[in-house]
Structures are given as structure tokens and as C-alpha cells.
């Protein structure tokens, strides 16, 4: 008799605690360099030297960084900062290294702000890019989730382009996008969930009401955010509430799975917890490793081997799931 196989509602507990301690953990406040006089004379001397008062002018910068909207003001805010930076890193012993306007003082690369993340933000979306050809070829057209997989390969690959648009420069609009590109994103991977979990046929009622459930908020959301007030602190714990509903709809994905004796049951359950450490490196940030690399950035690069994991189960599953109808018909 073979031995009982392990419930996969295992890993709940522990993925729910990782985000409810990050929730906690990731506390939004000024960006202490923000208020160092030091910095703060310095762009106002910066300003009135190089720029003639004028901070929005871009005569004397260089092509490449007029291309990507920097102006003089923004460059002496810029290059403000790397001087503070090197400072506080000659001192004996190293002082506090700060962050300024909620970031690091990322080195500067071709104009681009937060280079690491910009080129992990491109793999990710490129990994959604290249599961397009085989969720078309390899999910059968008469299952219902080779639509949303598709719908989900064209939204991760904009989520992940917004995300790289905001890194190559923070401005409030690329801000903006990057942020309720990424809600939608979390919200629709519930949405793939709730799918496969209550097998609701392509464009039934039930579905029907499901995208309901879920627009509504969304766009009630937006315009709060738009239109309201942008609060970050409100933002984070949305997010954090629907990324707990993911969570708990892939591990009843999972369960159901196991109970119809799927051989790779375990997977989402384990992408889940992955996902969730993944995004957990939020709450332990450290000034950059040679002014590129922080925990922000590692996260999106250990998002990219999840992606493809993800497209690789949810192409399997749906062939299991029409192979376990066939049997019942039969």
C-alpha cells in the first residue's frame, strides 16, 4: 500500500505570516537624506551655479540624458546625492548611508536611475514574452483557461515593462503606471485561481461575475488612488490583501489537485511560498552592493526562474485537468 501523501495546505500558514511581517515591517516614511541640510544646500548651490536659478533648463546636459527627461535641477538633485554618498562612505569609520526621495543613490547608468532593475523588470516580462508560443500550441483550444493564460501573458509582459519604465526614471506618472500595473497583476493571478478552482467554463455567468468582482474594486482603487489621495500605506496593504487571497485560492488549486491524484500537485502551492520570499526581500533592504544592486532588485530577479515555473504548471495542469475530464466521460 502506498504511503499517505502530505496535505499541501501546509505551506499556508507560513506564507501568510511572511507577508502579515513584511506588511508590518515595510513602515513608509521620508526619506531620511530628503532632510539632511548638508544635501539640501547642496542642490540649491548646485542650482544657482549650474543651472542660473533656472532648474528646469537642460542647455549643457548631454543628449542621452535630455532624451530621459532629466533637466539641470534634476541632475544637481542627482549628482547631490552620489556626493553625500562617497562622503558618507570616506569617513572613518562609514557613515549612515541614506536614501533619498525613497530610493538608494544608484550609480547612474546611460541616464537610467535604477539600472539592476530595469534589466531584471525586462527578463521578467521577457519570460512572460516566451510562453506565449506554448500556451497557444500546448493548451487545447477547448479548455477554458487557454484564454486567461493568454490574457495573462500580455498583461505580465506590460506589468513588467511598466515596472522597467518607472526604473529607467522615477516620475510620478511612470509611478503610477508601475504600481496599478502591478495591483492588476496580483489581482488577475487571483482571478486565474478562482477560475481553475471553481472550473468555471470561459465566458459563463459565474465568470461573467467573477470579472465583476474583481474590476469594480480595481477601478474603485485606481480612482482613489488617481483622483483622492495616493497613499502609499493604503496601496501596499490592498496589494497585501489580495496577494493573502492569492495565496489562499492556489492552496485550495493545490488541495483539489492532490485530492485527483495529480503527480505535480505540489507545484503552485510551492510558487506560492517561492513568490511570497521572493517578495519578502523588500523588508530586509541594504544600501546597494557597488551602487546597483539593492533588495529591491533581487527580488525582481527572483521573480524571473518563478515565472517561467509558473506558465510550465499552469500548461501541465490544464492538460491533466481535460485528460481527468475525458476519463469521467468515459
Known amino acids: ?55 528646469t533648463a537642460t542647455a549643457g546636459l548631454a543628449r542621452h540624458l535630455r532624451a530621459l527627461l532629466w533637466t539641470c535641477g534634476s541632475n544637481c538633485d542627482y549628482e547631490c546625492q552620489r556626493q553625500l554618498t562617497r562622503q558618507a562612505r570616506q569617513q572613518q569609520p562609514p557613515g549612515r548611508m541614506h536614501q533619498f526621495h525613497g530610493k538608494w543613490a544608484f550609480v547612474r547608468v546611460g541616464g537610467v536611475q535604477e539600472p539592476a532593475s530595469v534589466v531584471f523588470s525586462l527578463l521578467n516580462g521577457l519570460m512572460h514574452l516566451r510562453a506565449w508560443p506554448a500556451v497557444r500550441a500546448r493548451v487545447p483550444q477547448s479548455h477554458a483557461m487557454r484564454r486567461w493564460l493568454s490574457g495573462f501573458v500580455v498583461l505580465g509582459a506590460w506589468t513588467w515593462f511598466c515596472s522597467a519604465v518607472f526604473h529607467v526614471r522615477d516620475f510620478p506618472l511612470t509611478e503610477r503606471l508601475d504600481y496599478f500595473s502591478a495591483g492588476l497583476n496580483v489581482l488577475y493571478i487571483f482571478f486565474l485561481g478562482t477560475v481553475r478552482a471553481l472550473r468555471l467554463p470561459a465566458w459563463s455567468a459565474g465568470t461573467r461575475a467573477l470579472v465583476l468582482l474583481c474590476a469594480v474594486p480595481y477601478c474603485l482603487h485606481v480612482a482613489y488612488l488617481s483622483l483622492v489621495r495616493f497613499d502609499y500605506g493604503y496601496n501596499m496593504a490592498a496589494n497585501a490583501a489580495v496577494g493573502l487571497l492569492c495565496n489562499l485560492v492556489w492552496f485550495v488549486v493545490a488541495f483539489q489537485a492532490y485530492s485527483n491524484g495529480q503527480p505535480f500537485w505540489w507545484k503552485p502551492a510551492l510558487l506560492i511560498v517561492l513568490t511570497d520570499l521572493a517578495f ?48 469521467r466521460k468515459e
Open 1 to 55: 500500500m502506498a504511503g499517505r501523501r502530505r496535505s499541501p495546505l501546509w505551506p499556508a500558514t507560513a506564507a501568510a505570516v511572511v507577508l502579515l511581517l513584511l506588511l508590518l515591517a515595510h513602515v513608509t516614511e521620508a526619506s531620511s537624506g530628503d532632510r539632511q541640510p548638508a544635501f539640501q544646500q547642496c542642490v540649491r548651490t548646485c542650482i544657482d551655479e549650474r543651472c542660473d536659478g533656472n532648474a
Open 280 to 327: 519578502s526581500l523588500e523588508a530586509f533592504d541594504f544600501p546597494p552592493v557597488a551602487d546597483v544592486l539593492d533588495a529591491h532588485s533581487l527580488w525582481h530577479a527572483a521573480t524571473i526562474p518563478i515565472v517561467s515555473q509558473w506558465y510550465d504548471y499552469l500548461i501541465s495542469d490544464a492538460n491533466w485537468d481535460l485528460r481527468l475530464e475525458q476519463l
